[in-house]
Every structure is written in C-alpha cells, then in structure tokens.
C-alpha cells in the first residue's frame, strides 16, 4: 500500500492537439502531449497548478503507475497536505516536447516513414514547450493558471509561462533556475552532446535500433557531477573503493557514475537528449536591463528559491530574476535555502523548501480569495 | 628574438636513471627522466629549485625550444629576474613518470617486445614520482633543495617531497592543490577516463597506432571546463555563437572546448592520461589529524597559495594543509588571492602570485644565509 498521504495509482495520459507551430516556423503535426493530473479541477476552474519537469524528467510527477514502487519524480511535493496540496489544487504534469516520454519528440513515428523522427524531428525551445503547454491546458478548458512552478529547466519553462502569458499566471514558483545558461552550464551540456556525437553509433542521429548508448552515458556522467555537491559527493563516497559489479573504476564515486550513466540510456533518447539541452542553453530572457524589459508585461506573484550548495545553478542567478522583478515593482519572495544536495536539492525532500511553497501558494490563495470579495 | 627576460633557447634533456621500485613492488627499468634546467647550479649546490608539472604539463617549463615560438608552461615565472629568478636559483624541471613526454611511462619502448609498454606499464604513483625526481637529482649530484614547486599535481608532488625528503627540502611552495581528492575531484577524472575507455578504439589500452582521440579529447573537454572559472568563461565566451571552422556546436564555448580536445590528442597519450589522473586520485596524505600526522616529519617552510575562483581544487583543501602545519608548528604563509582564472590561476600570470613567490624565497634566502653566519 502506498502511503496515506500520496496521490496513489495514476496513469499518464496522451493528448491529441491541435497543430503546434513553432518558432521557428516548423509545425508539429500531430502534437501529443503527454500528462498526468492529480487532485480535482474546481467548478470555477482556478485552482490549476502546472508543474514543469528538468532535463530527464518527465509527465510522472507524483503517485505511482500500476504494478510499480517507483514515484513520480516530486512525489515529496505533490499529494494530499503536502506543499502542492491535491486537496486544494490541481496539479497538472506534462512531457516536455522535444522529451522522449510521450509527448512529441525524435522518437515519435513519423507518419511518413514509420520510422522515428530522429534529428530530422525540428529543433525545440523553452518557448515551444510551453506553447505545447498552453494548448493541452486549453484542450482541459483550463483558462487560469493558479500557478506554474519548476526546478531548473522547469524553472525557466515556469519563467517563460509568466512572460508569454502575464494574463493566465497568477502565481510563478522558481527553483534553482536561472534566466539563460551561463558559458560554464552551455558548456558541460556541450560535453554531454560532444560524448554522443563522438559515439560511432550516432550516425548523425539516425541511430534506430542502435542508439550511442556509451555517449548518452557518458553525457549523463558529466551532468550528474554537476548536479550534486562537493559537500554530498564527500559524504555519501569519499575516496571509498568501487562498490557492486562495477568494473574499470577504483573509487565508489567512479561505479555510482557508471551505473547511473548506464541505467539512464535505457529511459533516455540519445536525440531527445541533445534536443532538450539545446533547448536549455538557447534560452535567454537575458540579464539586468534586458531581462527587466523582458519581465515588465509580467502580471504573476514570484517565489524564487536558490540552493546554498548549488554550484551548476548559483544563487546569483536567481538574485538576477528576483532583481529585475523588483525593478519591474512585480511582487517576489527570494530565498537562498542553505541545503547540501547541489543542485538536485529542489527535487529532494526538503522541509523548507516544502515549507516556502506551502506558504507562498496558501498566501496566494487568501491574497486572491481578499480581492474576490 | 625573445624578451630579456627570458631564459632563451632550452632543450630537454633525458637521463638515463638506475632501476626505479615502484611502490607497488613494480621496477622501472630503465628509468628515464626527461628533464630541462635554468640558470647555474653554485658551487655549493644548494640553490636548486624543483618545479613540478600539472596533468598536462612537462618538462619544458621554460624558454623557448629551438625553431619554436611557444614558451615553457611557466616561462611567465621563471627567469632572469622573475619569480623563480634563474640569476639566483637553479631550476630544475622534470617530466613525471606515467607520463608521455620523454620519462618512462607507457609511450615508453619495451625492449622486450619492441612496442609501448601501453597499458601494461606499471601503475604510479605521487610518491614514485617523487622517488624517480629524486634518483635525478642524484645523479645530478644535487642532495639540496632549496625549494620544490608546483600547482595542482605539482603541488601534490612538492608536499610529497616534504613528506618523503624532509632533511632535503628547505622551502615548499604549493598552488591550487590538496593533500588529497575529494569526491568530486575523482568524479571529474573518472568521466574522463571513462569517455577513453569507451572509445571504440581503446581495445585496452593497446591501441597501438589506432589512439582513442575521441575518447581522450571528451577527456580533455571536460577537465578543461572544471580548469576554468564561471567568471572567465563569462567574460572570454559569454554566450556567442561557434568560432572558426569547428561545426557541431551552436556556440563559442563549444568550439572552444572541441578545438581543445582536438588538439589535445596530438600532444598526449591516452594510457598517460589513465595513469596520471589515477595518481592524482589515488594521493593521499588524509585530512585533519590523519594529515597533521602525515606532515610531523616535515621541515621545509611553506608557502600555499590558493585562488579564489578556483572551484576544482577550492581553498578551503589548501587551508587544510596550512592547518596541519601549523599544528605541528612549521612555518608556513599562505595566502588566497582574489583572481578569476580559476584552477588555471597558477599557470597565469599573475602579479600577486609572482610577488608572493619572489618574496618567500627572497626571506627563505636570506634567512637561510643568517643561519649560515
């Protein structure tokens, strides 16, 4: 049995749209999203909360599939009291276009060959993601956004979402995210997609039945050190000796970076890996005054949280955001959370973080339930 | 021409060194150690300076070789009237063993088989490397060192020599380094090596004419973002488009980093990179008083350095070996300078660091010539 306070069994679902065109003019045509909801959508339809997933992420955000022990990714957040209270919301998730778990992307049949898309799908942006988003709310009849929220790449789809629709965000929640990638997280994504290319599998991306499954590992490698901190890395394996049936390393950090490397291309599209952080790095609201303009049609109340021990996402960025809101007299909660798990910290259960999005959004409510008086 | 200042055309050098036992009980026979030096040993021979080499590097620390442009790894600090002035000292610099530039390591000719010992050369460590520095300056007559030098793994080497030739080693001066890796430090070398070993052309280590260059350039492209700081990346690459002719990137840090993994391979040797960054990970002189006991025999003066912006080897790991110094009482200056380059900071030039080098041994010197009165 599942704990009391889960959102138990779900199921994700795959929605038929409407053609989307993207911005760069191609069209996704069929465009499928695939999503899961949780909690119940009220009569007057305003208490949707959209949550928007990272890099590997996907539509299972919390609950569980049948036959499976294995939540959703931020099971610790959504559920039944918890800081995404399904009691009182309705928590929508959605794949991410350009993803590899249901929703559009270069593993999609293209109707044409019957063959996937693969780098022939069209190149995808945090934009396009959240237009993508915008027309499966739509399809719900879902007008009001109570609230969007997301870590990392969610982060900057949440960002996007209070930009492009300053009419339908109420309420913006953004962790450990920035407004574009700095030179340093280009970068290692960079050396993510250089180890997939250099991947004799690659084949300029028309790999079918033989993916580079060595590269897309060895990019996996790279992003999980970046993911965690040096202060977690030392905790948790030290200079410990390799630990399981994990060969060719001397170290226990070496065959935890192995194994997660290799259990991640069998959930993971190698395409879909150099789409999305592509995405990541080619999104920019830009900094200071370029940022301040784009974030002045902004209507949204902001929470931004940054992590103390998050190297690959500073607090600095998130002090970026916060500052050009408040140039713009647009209303923000800041706070750094002195955390140890690196950047991974906003998906880890985590009692203050639990405790800042439970109070922003219960505000929120009251401040919106004072107006509507 | 080249400027005054610099020590002008050098050559390496090789000796050839009595059989070296390795640590592991493994020989080295014959030892060779390739080798440059500046500046004129006194009669007395006691004012040799040892600089050791990073990952990288090798022996040409200095000047210019014959028919090149292109100056020693540390020209900016050695040479008439620079921080390791060559009208004073006698400056010695090695390659170290494991590695490819001219000591034994597994580029090295095996007689018996009239092929590179490859990946059947035996493993290295800190300390061997130190030992085979060592049967050099024997056979240069030299049974004084009036200073050891290096950052990163040299460094590691200097404090080594501390450690092992207390009665030798009269001054340490140690950049950018630690008394031993942290998790995360391993977790970056061990991407690398795992990016060689999944280079289809590794074949274990014996590749012969057919190298793994993709693999050891993904190696490469990665240590050299962890090389460099968020800052200087900013600065130098911001988020421009590609450079040059290097495709497959959409952006200037990307082209960057491919053009340095691409030349990389031509320099070095993928075995050689396997052994290094093993020794690197392997040294370990411990932490707190596992550390401070390590470091009760030593009698040299220190000076540590450690660079704000140097994320890779943070100055907190230099504070831990002042610490243990200090708590076993011997003289050491350290100091954290404010500069942006990163782990490169030390190989950079860099007035405070070429000021604090030039005074300590200035002090060292006259303070060592006070005793002698």
Same mark, same amino acid.
């Given at each position: ?7 138990? @069994? ?38 949707? @909360? ?25 099971? %610790?957040?959504?559920?039944? %009291? ?15 276009? %350009?993803?590899?778990? %249901? ?70 929640? @953004? ?199």
């Amino acid at each position: 049995m599942f704990p009391k306070d889960s959102v138990g @069994i779900v199921r994700t679902q795959i929605a038929k749209l409407p053609d989307l065109t993207l911005e760069n003019g191609a069209v996704i045509s069929p465009l499928e999203i695939a999503y899961e909801t949780y909690g119940i959508l009220n009569p007057s339809r305003t208490n949707a @909360i959209l949550v928007c997933h990272a890099l590997s992420g996907n539509a299972h955000a919390a609950g569980y599939h049948e036959g499976s022990d294995k939540a959703g990714w931020w099971d %610790g957040y959504i559920g039944p %009291g918890k800081a995404f209270d399904t009691n009182k919301y309705y928590i929508i998730s959605t794949n991410v276009i %350009g993803g590899c778990n %249901g929703s559009s992307g270069p593993t999609t049949i293209n109707p044409k060959t019957n063959k996937p898309f693969g780098s022939s799908f069209p190149f995808v942006s945090i934009q396009d993601m959240v237009n993508a988003q915008k027309l499966l709310l739509d399809s719900l009849g879902i007008n009001e956004l109570f609230c969007v929220a997301g870590g990392s790449m969610g982060g900057m789809q949440a960002l996007q979402w209070s930009v492009s629709y300053p009419d339908i965000v109420k309420n913006c929640i @953004i962790l450990a995210s920035a407004s574009e990638h700095s030179a340093q997280q280009i970068a290692f994504n960079e050396v993510g997609r250089q180890a997939i290319l250099s991947d004799p599998n690659w084949n300029d991306g028309e790999y079918g039945d033989n993916p580079p499954k060595k590269g897309l590992a060895l990019a996996r490698m790279v992003g999980h050190v970046t993911y965690l901190s040096d202060e977690l890395m030392r905790e948790k394996f030290g200079r410990k000796p390799p630990r399981g049936n994990i060969k060719n390393t001397d170290f226990a950090v070496g065959s935890y970076l192995i194994y997660q490397g290799e259990t991640f291309v069998d959930r993971f599209d190698a395409n879909s890996y150099i789409y999305v952080t592509k995405a990541l790095d080619h999104f920019s609201l830009g900094r200071g005054e370029e940022l301040t303009l784009n974030l002045s049609r902004v209507k949204a109340n902001f929470l931004i949280i940054a992590f103390s021990s998050d190297w690959l996402y500073p607090p600095y960025q998130s002090r970026e955001i916060v500052k050009s809101l408040e140039v713009n007299a647009i209303p923000v909660t800041y706070c750094e959370v002195n955390f140890s798990k690196g950047h991974d910290s906003f998906l880890v259960p985590n009692p203050e973080q639990h405790h800042l999005i439970h109070h922003f959004l219960e505000f929120a409510q009251n401040f919106s339930i004072f107006y509507e008086i």
